[in-house]
């Protein structure tokens, strides 16, 4: 069987760098947590899906024992149970469950990026290292087709796609389930990040995920 290639080789290098260490903080905490676990992924987590997409899904980071364990977004933690479920019952995925990188798990028509691609200490990334990222997410968007949805999981995710499209923050405000339209026929969705804490409060319940995809659905009819 040949090997499988490395997350994240042959993006475009403004897009995604394997090997980035813009942020020494963040660079230094993954040497640390690979030094403790030794078959952890613990580098930067590329995007993962189609190439292009009609939805993009922007989320905050890895998790430590998701995405960084595995690398790929949402793999193997708790956020990702409800997301790859929801993302399967609309349509946008093969499978409702992501496992590991290997697992067959393809996504359709859309694909998964962070705000921030690096593991931070217990997952709070400071502004600096949201602004060092941010050059990658912005060339990220310049290959989603016209008439895409942007879905932004939190508001560091909405404020960082923001700033990526060189928008003004207080002309667009972070709320579930608003809708912000953009220049292109671009739409931004905002949805509270599925996270154990916002799913264990009922901060967001699984219908008010849904609605969002649906929404989403509505805005990307299947071709």
Not at 69 to 97: M, Q
Not at 110 to 127: A, D, Q
């Amino acid at each position: 069987m040949p090997e499988r290639p490395a997350p994240g080789v042959g993006l475009r290098p403004d897009i995604f760098d394997r090997d980035c260490r813009r942020c020494p903080r963040l660079a230094q905490f993954l040497d640390e947590v690979a030094v403790d676990n030794p078959g952890y992924y613990c580098r930067p987590v590329p995007p993962f899906g189609d190439w292009p997409a009609r939805l993009l899904i922007v989320g905050l980071a890895p998790g430590m024992h998701g995405a960084n364990r595995t690398g790929r977004p949402f793999t193997g933690d708790y956020a990702g149970i409800l997301l790859y479920e929801t993302l399967h019952r609309y349509g946008f995925s093969n499978k409702p469950v992501s496992e590991a990188a290997d697992d067959g798990l393809e996504l359709i028509d859309c694909r998964i990026t962070n705000s921030v691609k690096c593991l931070p200490p217990e997952n709070k990334p400071l502004g600096s290292e949201i602004g060092n990222c941010n050059a990658y997410l912005a060339a990220e968007l310049t290959t989603i087709p016209a008439d895409s949805v942007l879905l932004a999981l939190g508001g560091i995710a909405h404020r960082a796609l923001i700033r990526a499209l060189g928008l003004k923050q207080a002309d667009f405000a972070f709320g579930h389930a608003a809708e912000h339209r953009l220049e292109g026929g671009v739409v931004l969705l905002d949805s509270y990040h599925c996270s154990r804490y916002n799913t264990n409060t009922g901060r967001l319940t699984p219908e008010m995920f849904r609605a969002v995809f649906a929404r989403a659905r509505a805005l990307l009819p299947k071709p």
